[in-house]
């Protein structure tokens, strides 16, 4: 079974930047796409991010490109979001996700089978 665990979450204001980490276990971790969604209460979980097992290929929603960075570290089985000039309207809990399958990526959130418990990112206007 593999755990994710998102830590750096806060309040920010806009123009700020946060800097999200998201260590998972397991053996496999270069192998798979993690990703990033986010979602607000009485809404559907959205797409942020993505990033393939050897850290070449990344997708980005529209809503971020330009402003937020993902990246990994495989010798340390962490995924990295960097976000820079936030914006209100980015306010969401931020949970980060493992690929079901190996050697793919997808920006759909009902082919991740693993999830961390989420971290509140809140931007203040």
């Known amino acids: 079974q593999v755990q994710l665990v998102e830590s750096g979450g806060g309040l920010v204001q806009a123009g700020g930047s946060l800097r999200l980490s998201c260590a998972a276990s397991g053996r496999t971790f270069s192998t798979r796409a993690m990703a990033w969604f986010r979602q607000n209460p009485g809404q559907e979980r959205e797409f942020v991010t993505a990033?393939?097992?050897?850290?070449?290929?990344?997708y980005y929603a529209d809503a971020v490109k330009g402003r937020f960075t993902i990246s990994r570290d495989n010798a340390k089985n962490t995924v990295y979001l960097q976000m820079n000039s936030l914006k209100p309207e980015d306010t969401a809990v931020y949970y980060c996700a493992q690929h079901r399958a190996q050697w793919t990526i997808s920006t759909t959130a009902a082919l991740y089978a693993y999830w961390g418990q989420g971290t509140q990112v809140t931007v203040s206007s």
């Open positions: 990033i393939d097992g050897s850290g070449v290929t990344t």
